[in-house]
């Protein structure tokens, strides 16, 4: 899914979007980062969204963030907010915007989208 599918599915998600699961690895010195933003819209949404990082390197981020939250490439902006010497080849810089303007970064190789049904409860 591209980034601006994933903005377009967020841009209708209003609620919290919760930390899922944080995993390090050792070895590659990496890890991944699971967020679930969830929607609390009744049935105007298409159900919740997982977002997996993967090859995380370093992140600034709060364990909840409010929806709606938007999604963007800044990877001009990892020289500013990282030393030299932190910069990768082959990582990118997502920048998370949510509702009330606050700003979140992750550095990490990639992500994956996993939607879930909506749920009726």
Not at 31 to 48: A, C, Q, R, V, Y
Request: charged share 25%.
């Amino acid at each position: 899914m591209e980034l601006e599918q994933i903005n377009h599915y967020l841009s209708k998600l209003e609620g919290p979007a919760d930390i899922e699961n944080i995993s390090a690895d050792k070895f590659d010195v990496s890890g991944s980062l699971l967020i679930k933003f969830n929607g609390d819209t009744g049935t105007k949404d298409d159900g919740e969204i997982e977002l997996e990082f993967f090859g995380v390197d370093s992140m600034c981020l709060s364990f909840r963030l409010l929806a709606p939250v938007k999604i963007e490439l800044s990877n001009d902006l990892s020289i500013v907010l990282l030393n030299s010497n932190y910069l990768e080849n082959g990582l990118n810089l997502y920048q998370l915007t949510d509702d009330v303007g606050a700003k979140w970064w992750i550095y990490a190789k990639g992500f994956k989208a996993k939607l879930l049904p909506v749920y009726y409860g």
